[in-house]
């Protein structure tokens, strides 16, 4: 992580749980075109339920099987920032990004104009993304985020103010990261890989006090709709691409032991990509080329 954790020991994100919208494409026929257009291996997963080993299922069919969202191998994504984001922001959070490519054959360019798949707002108070593939149905639209990063969350903007005397072209704002900065930006950077919540693996089996879960989000301003969606709801295992179950996950939150039964707690705060995260990635994004282009 860019600076000194020490010297950033008083600013903590401003909400214990890092929460995000993975947001996939409602238009559901859409996303799976543009998926398998992307990448044909896409198409590999077929829900139990459209099978015949169940053909009296209550379940509603879907107009296409489940699949999955990830870029073709060997793809370059181009990343481009929207509005005012001055190069030594636009870097740390490029050069954070780029900690996914040593475990996987991609590649990513930081570009200041023309068309990008990956197109990054800073000025939302959100943290949101669209998952793999489905960026690509406002590729049209170059004018329209895929990725949001709540900035007031990640960064002490009031510090940061105040050192406003000092030359950009040499700015550090390492000093000026949240301790969660590098987990919140690689955590949003796997879904644009098209990896899903790891808290809602189908193995999951975190004894959330659901409740008290809405009741703390209800706080902040998610709608109970939202928060089951993004947090209690688990994945359908047969619509769900995954490996073992893992906790240390840079897609799992943060579980708050007053918002589960039975004392039960998981922090990852300030920790990065696990084990399992890099054989998961490794595996989708095999035969790694570790490669970023410049900012051009």
Same mark, same amino acid.
């Given at each position: 992580?860019?600076?000194?954790?020490? %010297?950033?020991?008083?600013?903590?994100?401003?909400?214990?749980?890092?929460?995000?919208?993975?947001?996939?494409?409602?238009?559901?026929?859409?996303?799976?075109?543009?998926?398998?257009?992307? #990448?044909?291996?896409? $198409?590999?997963?077929?829900?139990?339920?459209?099978?015949? #080993?169940?053909?009296? %299922?209550?379940?509603?069919?879907?107009?296409?099987?489940?699949?999955?969202?990830?870029?073709?191998?060997?793809?370059?994504?181009?990343?481009?920032?929207?509005?005012?984001?001055?190069?030594?922001?636009? #870097?740390?959070?490029?050069?954070?990004?780029?900690?996914?490519? !040593?475990?996987?054959?991609?590649?990513?360019?930081?570009?200041?104009?023309?068309?990008?798949?990956?197109?990054?707002?800073?000025?939302?108070?959100?943290?949101?993304?669209?998952?793999?593939?489905?960026?690509?149905?406002?590729?049209?639209?170059?004018?329209?985020?895929?990725?949001?990063?709540?900035?007031?969350?990640?960064?002490?903007?009031?510090?940061?103010?105040?050192?406003?005397?000092?030359?950009?072209?040499?700015?550090?704002?390492?000093?000026?990261?949240?301790?969660?900065?590098?987990?919140?930006?690689?955590?949003?950077?796997?879904?644009?890989?098209? $990896?899903?919540?790891?808290?809602?693996?189908?193995?999951?089996?975190?004894?959330?006090?659901?409740?008290?879960?809405?009741?703390?989000? $209800?706080?902040?301003?998610?709608?109970?709709?939202?928060?089951?969606?993004?947090?209690?709801?688990?994945?359908?295992?047969?619509?769900?691409?995954?490996?073992?179950?893992?906790?240390?996950?840079?897609?799992?939150?943060?579980? $708050?032991?007053?918002?589960?039964?039975?004392?039960?707690?998981?922090?990852?705060?300030?920790?990065?990509?696990?084990?399992?995260?890099?054989?998961?990635?490794?595996?989708?994004?095999?035969?790694?080329? #570790?490669?970023?282009? !410049?900012?051009?």
């Amino acid at each position: 992580m860019p600076g000194d954790l020490t %010297s950033r020991k008083d600013f903590r994100l401003k909400t214990p749980l890092h929460f995000c919208h993975a947001r996939h494409h409602p238009d559901l026929q859409a996303a799976y075109n543009a998926a398998i257009l992307e #990448n044909p291996a896409n $198409a590999a997963i077929t829900p139990s339920y459209l099978t015949e #080993n169940e053909p009296h %299922s209550d379940r509603q069919p879907r107009l296409v099987g489940s699949f999955t969202k990830y870029w073709a191998r060997g793809r370059t994504l181009r990343i481009r920032f929207l509005g005012i984001a001055p190069p030594f922001l636009q #870097n740390v959070f490029f050069e954070t990004a780029c900690k996914w490519l !040593p475990h996987v054959n991609l590649k990513f360019t930081l570009v200041t104009s023309g068309d990008a798949e990956i197109r990054i707002d800073l000025s939302q108070n959100l943290n949101a993304s669209a998952v793999g593939t489905d960026a690509l149905l406002a590729f049209k639209r170059q004018d329209v985020a895929t990725l949001y990063f709540d900035l007031p969350n990640l960064l002490d903007t009031q510090k940061l103010i105040t050192a406003q005397g000092r030359s950009f072209a040499r700015f550090d704002v390492g000093d000026f990261l949240s301790d969660n900065f590098e987990r919140v930006v690689l955590h949003e950077f796997g879904h644009v890989l098209g $990896a899903e919540h790891e808290h809602q693996h189908p193995n999951a089996n975190i004894p959330w006090d659901e409740q008290k879960v809405i009741q703390a989000y $209800a706080a902040k301003g998610y709608s109970e709709q939202t928060v089951r969606k993004e947090v209690l709801d688990r994945y359908e295992a047969a619509d769900f691409s995954y490996f073992e179950y893992d906790p240390k996950s840079v897609m799992h939150y943060n579980v $708050a032991q007053d918002e589960t039964q039975d004392d039960f707690t998981i922090d990852n705060s300030g920790l990065g990509l696990s084990h399992k995260d890099i054989e998961f990635i490794s595996t989708v994004y095999g035969d790694r080329q #570790n490669s970023r282009g !410049p900012l051009t």
